[in-house]
C-alpha cells in the first residue's frame, strides 16, 4: 500500500517524520520537496499526545494523587480522605 506522509528536510538534507511510521520492515520512499516553508504548529507535541496522557491521567487513582491541587469539595462521605474525595469514592 502507497501512503504519504509529511515531512520536513532541514538544510542539511535532515529527512525528518511529521507523524510515527510503522513499517514492520524497511521500504523505499520517494521524496517529494516543496518550495514552500514548513507550517510551525508551537502545541503540536501536546495535541498529539493528549489522547494516550488521558488514558493515564483520567484513573481515580491520579485524582487522589493531584486532589491536594483542587480546591476542597464538601463530601457526605463519613470517611474524609483524598480517596474520598475523589470522584469515584464508593463509600459516600
Not at 520517494?30 to 503540536?44: A, R
Not at 493528549?50 to 481515580?60: G, I, K, M, V
Request: charged share 30%; proline share 8%.
Amino acid at each position: 500500500m502507497i501512503r504519504t506522509v509529511e515531512a520536513v528536510i532541514d538544510e542539511s538534507g535532515k529527512v525528518r517524520l511529521i507523524e510515527p511510521v510503522e513499517l514492520g520492515g524497511e521500504r523505499r520512499a520517494l521524496v517529494t520537496i516543496l518550495e514552500e516553508e514548513p507550517v510551525v504548529h508551537p502545541h503540536e507535541a501536546a495535541l498529539l499526545s493528549e489522547a494516550a496522557l488521558a488514558e493515564d491521567w483520567n484513573r481515580p487513582e491520579e485524582d487522589a494523587a493531584w486532589s491536594h491541587l483542587q480546591p476542597a469539595r464538601q463530601s457526605s462521605c463519613r470517611f474524609p480522605s483524598p480517596t474520598c474525595l475523589a470522584r469515584s469514592c464508593d463509600r459516600r
